[in-house]
């Protein structure tokens, strides 16, 4: 008795159109004129970070009387830039330095734990006004956070129902919970749709399988979609994290100018005004805001890639 095998399905027309477009990308992608191409803007593109970075370690007197790139001709090197920016009694941006950690940490894990769970909801649970509710989140990623600050900062000083004033309070932070609402709340709608987007891909097979095994919401939530979920999570919390170190409006204006509660960035703001002329103290302050996010970026970058590409499951 003999068996025959059955033939391997045939590739449909469209199918067939979509991988000969994907080899044809991959090919020119993968061209040597391409990585050359990616070579010169990844050099162009380094090049203003090791300019600051130099500039950074040379003396006074030669970073105001040459440029850069002659410390390779004339290489000198000092510590007193850092020195002076770190722990000079007239700038400490050290302190600012923890400010912007204490800031940035609960602005990351704030919005982005409450949006996980507000997609799931959105994505796999079923109420009234689901989809109302969801496009009036979408529809709030186009206003601009300019115009939010008055009626925010409204709400800060004269909350209604008789609550407390939020403004000037140490409580709760000593002030910086201010901050942290107002970067949560900017960031909440984007993150939302996002990995709202990003669940909608799980197969429903595994939701029904679960369901049938008995599982909750909460055990499916934290069983099955927090693992899948992990490289999206981890993409748009390095995003935030770059957005709100990086930030200088929403510090200084939620932050009430307290120099107290100040992140890096708005002391630098204050540098380059009160001393325009030190630019050997400008670029070791630069330098020490622009070295943590990129630490976070270069090493979480596989957990960045990931998470673009999160989406394409098979089910």
């Known amino acids: 008795m003999t068996t025959t095998t059955p033939a391997p399905a045939v590739p449909s027309k469209k199918q067939q159109r979509a991988n000969a477009a994907a080899e044809s990308a991959h090919q020119k992608l993968s061209s040597p004129w391409a990585s050359f191409a990616a070579i010169v803007i990844a050099v162009v593109w380094t090049v203003p970070t090791l300019g600051l970075f130099i500039s950074s370690f040379r003396p006074e007197d030669d970073v105001k009387g040459s440029g850069w790139w002659t410390w390779f001709t004339n290489p000198s090197f000092t510590l007193d830039n850092y020195s002076a920016v770190l722990s000079g009694s007239d700038t400490d941006l050290a302190t600012y330095f923890i400010n912007s950690i204490v800031i940035t940490l609960p602005s990351v894990v704030i919005p982005i734990t409450l949006a996980t769970m507000a997609a799931y909801a959105f994505a796999w649970m079923k109420f009234p006004g689901r989809d109302l509710l969801f496009v009036a989140v979408f529809a709030m990623q186009i206003v601009p956070i300019q115009v939010t600050m008055i009626p925010l900062l409204s709400l800060y000083v004269t909350p209604p129902f008789g609550l407390p004033s939020l403004a000037g309070s140490e409580a709760f932070g000593g002030g910086f919970y201010t901050i942290w609402l107002s ?102 302050g630069a330098f020490v805001s622009l070295v943590v996010p990129l630490i976070v970026f270069l090493s979480l970058q596989r957990y960045f890639v990931r998470g673009l590409l999160a989406g394409s499951v098979k089910g």
């Open 183 to 284: 970067h949560s709340i900017f960031a909440l709608p984007l993150a939302i749709y996002l990995l709202h987007n990003f669940m909608k891909e799980i197969p429903a097979e595994l939701v029904e399988a679960a369901r049938v095994d008995g599982a909750g919401h909460v055990r499916i939530f934290t069983r099955i979609m927090l693992p899948l979920m992990t490289p999206s999570i981890a993409a748009l919390g390095i995003f935030q994290f770059l957005w709100v170190w990086n930030d200088l409006l929403v510090a200084l204006v939620f932050g009430g100018g307290n120099l107290d509660i100040s992140p890096l960035t708005v002391r630098l703001a204050e540098l380059s005004g009160t001393r325009g002329q030190d630019w050997h103290l400008l670029s070791a």
